[in-house]
């Protein structure tokens, strides 16, 4: 069978994209090496925070808005919760990069928000215990998306749909015809044709794309879920979820859900880079100690015995931003990733983004994604937009 596209990676953003595929009436194959979902990548670990005031980028906000309403979408469409709303804290230095890039995304684009100080965010959320001087921006609107629920609602959606989608499948290499006139994939199970291909294979983008060698780095990043003293200081109705920014690094951290435990990470954790097949996927005892510390000194009613350790991967891009892209050769080939640790959230919109690259090489896809273009790497140029004064 010929199909219109095959998708290769069937994680957050490949399940998303299989779906909004499927849906336009295309033939869609999704391959996927291991299962579906699995815990090899990026995107295990129950709950991922979704956030409004982006700091990284105010140009990823009408992206962010558009995700809200297309996982609202999956959720009917799957009759199961999958975002829940804690409300966010951004908070760090006040002339730090996460406090001001929260604040200014937020003015720029009309957010519901306060600007609050430690002091004030302890007082009104006893699991935290911020210094003084940290300034944070509150935005209600934040919360988790149940990753590996999500990764399954829209594989099932994708295959109410049509799609064909087959785990446990490795892609060996694929072809494409000179001329945007269709491909060829090589896996270890058999060979098949399409029109178009989108390639979502996270930690191991660069391995299937050459011209993506030192653009995605694999990273390897370890999650903490720690059993709170005091439990319902950390219930996703009095915890925000955080990204805070202090002197041991930059942190993240989510309520209590199905894990007994109170769920961070450390960005970057150990700075341990490489090939994902080489990626330590073990976690130690030096791990645990560099996140108990943390939790200890900013949370500690959450600090109590550890319930799970697990590892992940990061794949970073030189700035930290993503790659959404046709290939630079090939128009009927798109690429997508790495997202550098905060992509996640986007899966829903980033689904419906490939959709439309990989529906019509000529069209522009409905959403601004020139910020994350690839020739802005060979360029040297960065991503990041500037917030205006």
Known sequence: MVFDVIVVGVGGMGSAACWHLARRGQRVLGLERFDIPHAMGSSHGVTRIIRLPYYEDPAYVPLLRRAYTLWRELEAASGETLLVITGSIDAGPEDGAIFNGALG????????????????????????????????????????VLSERAIVAHANAAMSAGAALRARERVLGW????????????????????????????????????ALEGLAVPERQVLAWLRPHRPEFFAPDRFPVFNLEVEEGRYYGLPVWEVPGFKFG????????????AVRREVDAEDEDLLRRFAARYFPDGAGATMALRACMFTNTPDEH????????????????????HGYKFCSVLGEVLADLASDQQ???????????????????????????
């Open 322 to 341: 993503f790659i959404l892209d046709r290939h630079p050769e090939f128009p009927q080939v798109v690429l997508a990733s790495p997202c550098s640790g």
């Open 105 to 144: 995304s937020a003015r720029l684009h009309g957010l519901p928000h306060e600007a609050l100080t430690g002091v004030e965010v302890n007082g009104r959320f006893p699991g935290y215990r911020l210094p003084a001087r940290t300034r944070a921006v509150f935005q209600p609107e934040g919360g988790f």
């Open 363 to 389: 069209a522009a896809p409905r959403h601004d994604i020139g910020f994350l273009g690839l020739e802005r790497l060979a360029s040297g140029r960065p991503a990041r937009a500037t917030l205006p004064a």
């Open 175 to 210: 072809e494409a015809r000179p001329g945007g006139e269709g491909v060829v994939v090589l896996t270890d199970r058999g060979r098949y044709e399409a029109a178009r291909l989108v390639l979502t294979a996270g930690a191991w983008m660069a391995d299937l794309v050459p």
């Open 266 to 277: 450390r960005y970057h954790h150990r700075g341990e880079h490489g090939p994902a097949e």
